[in-house]
């Protein structure tokens, strides 16, 4: 049985994890299905869209209508339809794996088309953060290329560059994070793509690893 599936990027953590959301028939958000474990211990519960496939040994576990890329941060994409409908099945073992079948196929193309919509989103996140200096963008991009080149010819002249870098960062992120500590906290977590907490923990760690 699948476990829960997420989805990070590098730049906003947590504070945008995106997922994969259930909508069932009438439009509500169904609740974890549980399943026990075969040892005879505690269960789990899984809200993978694959378990709402309305079936099941005894209790058929609900019907997942549609798909739609979920975010951490609230955002939530459009709705996506699954086809085939439940199929009419009767007493037919084989009918109940077509239908299984079908759904899952279904559901693996609309769970890619919500990755691409979560992908969207995070992009729409990254162009509200406060821009960087074209200069400075262009000379970031320019030193990864150039890490990147070297890690093939060189790995330990790039490991060392890159530890360069390392501390570098740490002490340049000292001052501004102790000003930006200073400032409205919903301003700071909106120039990062943060929400208030993670950008909180961000300067903190930042002043702290400094001094």
Known sequence: MKRDETWTAEEYGRAHEGRVGVLLADGTVPRPVYFDSNSGGSGWEVTHWSVYDGQGPYTPRPRAHSLRGECSC????????????????????????DDGRAFREAGMQQAEDCRED??????????STIPLPAE??????????H??????????AALKAARTLEIMARRSAYRPARDAQRLDPAEVAAGLGLDEDAADELLERCVSRSR
């Open 118 to 127: 979560w992908d969207a989103h995070i992009a729409t996140v990254t162009e």
């Open 147 to 156: 890490l990147e080149d070297l890690a093939d010819t060189s790995p330990l």
């Open 136 to 145: 400075l963008d262009t000379l970031l991009q320019t030193l990864n290329t």
């Open 74 to 97: 609230g955002w939530t994409g459009t709705p996506r339809t699954l086809d085939p409908a439940p199929a009419a099945f009767g007493d037919e073992d084989e009918d109940q794996d």
